[in-house]
């Protein structure tokens, strides 16, 4: 079946991707996996509008795009609250919508979080690139032509068939998350908390740092008590593999969480965030502040499976 | 390393043999295709292996990977391919060749001489989506990275840091000395594979002429 023009991008706002769950498998050729920062919101808007939870979907931060619908198409809006709008009245997020033909789905500044999600009903078509159809934007490959989306972009669909049905798909609002300016994010130590001394640890636990505005895709970088090392090692390890998560102490002792847009580091690694709080990285924006608690692999996998679990119960309550 | 992954330190210096162990392990585990693993990244000394922590788990894993470590066999490994690379150096296309020969006291050309002397080894592909590392460059042109990273490194260029040598292979921020560029193609996204090399593959440099490289695009 044809792809049938679905969206046209009237404004991109700050940095506006397509982006899915990420590109695995690659990492001995040094891929990255990309991917949707916060993937739980993309996730649940994928079934909101009856998608495949894996489905690539729009990913904008701070200050979003305006869209104009080419097609009747249903959509959902998740994650960080950027003020949708359904031809400048407001609509609500985490629910499905309808956009009739020529209606214009716009965005303006964060009230909570930092990056809105938008699934389309059907998907967005763009060429899988190594398995993914997320874009990574360093390297210019995936996505729509490997860039971010720009102003007369238009947007295709293989498959936009099925929305009147879930126009009405919602589900407790009180499951909604909510997104703070003071988070805690819990880890797991390691590979590298051997080579910084018990105060730095502590310290590491005990501080409050705040997430600085150089941060981006690849990192987010912290400010605070700084972290070192024992003095008797040197400033870099050999490189390998790190993941989303890997927090890293570069020399000046200031730690940077890694994103998934990086496969290998030189840099000590002192904690790793658990997979629950990962999809919380896409939501923390620039000053807001942050602390790390550690916890233990039982922890991490009681709080995963949490996580599923709340997906799962969303997924059912929709039907 | 956190809850969905486990680095496997197989030593803790840049060596042949380390790195042969780190290859054995990673084709061991990559042919197996155990449930939930996701994703493996080799390197100089060591394998993270990533994994679905909902499919498996880290004692699973664990036990995989010891079962697979006693059975290695290095015969398995695939033949290493050498390629070799045609390099612009100098000039242009090599804009640090200056320093690095001032900082060692040679000509320019006795640099391109030790450099293209070695068969190097692919020790792992990492940084950036193909980027080799390769090792070792002669003690007589290690050179340490610059003090400032430059936010723009050409796709195709040759540098040095310390012992190691690398390409681009995509245009990308970077600190290595840029002694040279290459018209060889490192990355391709729809290429499969997507890296022209792979970890225990060997590269030869060979120098030739700007107009040698235009021709060689065409």
């Known amino acids: 079946m044809a792809d049938i023009e679905i969206l046209e991008i009237l404004s991109p706002g700050i940095l506006t991707s397509i982006q899915d769950l990420g590109r695995y498998g690659y990492g001995r050729y040094g891929v990255a996996p990309s991917g949707a920062l916060d993937s739980y919101a993309l996730r649940i808007a994928n079934l909101l509008v009856g998608n495949r939870p894996d489905q690539a979907g729009l990913e904008a931060m701070l200050l979003g795009p305006a869209i104009r619908a ?15 709008r359904r031809n400048k009245q407001p609509i609500e997020m985490w629910r499905s919508h309808i956009l009739k033909k020529d209606d214009i789905l716009s965005f303006d500044s964060a009230l909570s979080g930092f990056r809105v999600y938008v699934a389309v009903g059907g998907g967005i078509s763009v060429p899988s690139v190594m398995g993914s159809r997320s874009t990574n934007l360093s390297s210019g490959f995936g996505g729509l032509q490997g860039r971010a ?31 703070p300016n003071n988070w805690s994010l819990r880890v797991i ?30 990192g987010i970088r912290l400010q605070g008590p ?63 502040t942050l602390r790390f608690t550690a916890v233990s692999l039982e922890e991490a996998r009681q709080a995963l499976i949490g996580v599923e679990e709340n997906v799962r119960r969303i997924e059912a309550s929709m039907k | 390393m956190g809850d969905r992954s486990l680095l496997v330190e197989l030593g803790d210096e840049i060596s042949p043999a380390v790195n042969q162990r780190v290859q054995e392990l990673f084709s061991a585990i990559d042919r197996h295709r155990s449930k939930g693993i996701l994703d493996l990244v080799p390197s100089y000394r060591s394998l993270l292996v990533i994994y679905d922590p909902l499919r498996t788990s880290l004692d699973e894993v664990k036990t995989g990977i010891k079962n697979m470590w006693n059975s290695t066999d290095q015969s398995r490994l695939p033949q290493p391919q050498t390629v070799k690379i045609p390099v612009v150096y100098g000039g ?4 640090d060749l200056q320093l690095v020969a001032q900082y060692h006291n040679l000509t320019p050309r006795e640099v391109i001489g030790f450099h293209t002397r070695p068969a190097y080894r692919v020790y792992m592909i990492g940084f950036t989506p193909g980027y080799p590392y390769l090792g070792e460059v002669p003690d007589a042109i290690a ?13 195709g260029s040759v540098g040095i840091a310390q012992k190691q040598t690398g390409i681009y292979p995509v245009d990308s921020p970077g600190g290595w000395q840029i002694i040279g560029w290459t018209p060889v ?10 890296s022209r090399l792979v970890m225990g593959d060997r590269v030869q440099f060979h120098a030739i002429t700007a107009q040698e490289a235009s021709q060689w695009q065409t």
């Open chain 1, 70 to 84: 080419l097609a009747d198409i249903v959509v959902a809006v998740t994650g960080g609250n950027l003020q949708p």
């Open chain 1, 149 to 179: 989306l720009k102003k007369n972009d238009i947007l295709t669909s293989e498959n936009h068939s099925h929305p009147v049905k879930t126009d009405t798909r919602a589900f407790n609002t009180a499951w909604i998350p909510v997104y």
């Open chain 1, 189 to 218: 130590w390691g590979p590298q908390d051997d080579h910084f001394p018990d105060e730095n640890r502590g310290t590491f636990l005990s501080a409050s740092y705040k997430m600085s505005s150089d941060s981006d895709r690849t």
């Open chain 1, 226 to 288: 700084v972290i070192r090392q024992k003095p008797d090692i040197q400033t870099s390890i050999i490189s390998e593999g790190v993941i989303a998560g890997s927090v890293q102490i570069p020399g000046d002792g200031k730690p940077i969480i890694i994103l998934g847009e990086t496969v290998t580091g030189g840099y000590r690694k002192i904690a790793t965030i658990i997979s629950a709080d990962l999809p919380l990285l896409g939501q923390i924006k620039p000053g807001d």
């Open chain 2, 92 to 95: 242009e296309h090599g804009p």
């Open chain 2, 143 to 155: 050179t340490p990275r610059r003090e400032t990273p430059r936010t723009l490194v050409p796709k």
């Open chain 2, 185 to 194: 193609t490192l990355f391709d996204p729809f290429g499969k594979p997507p």
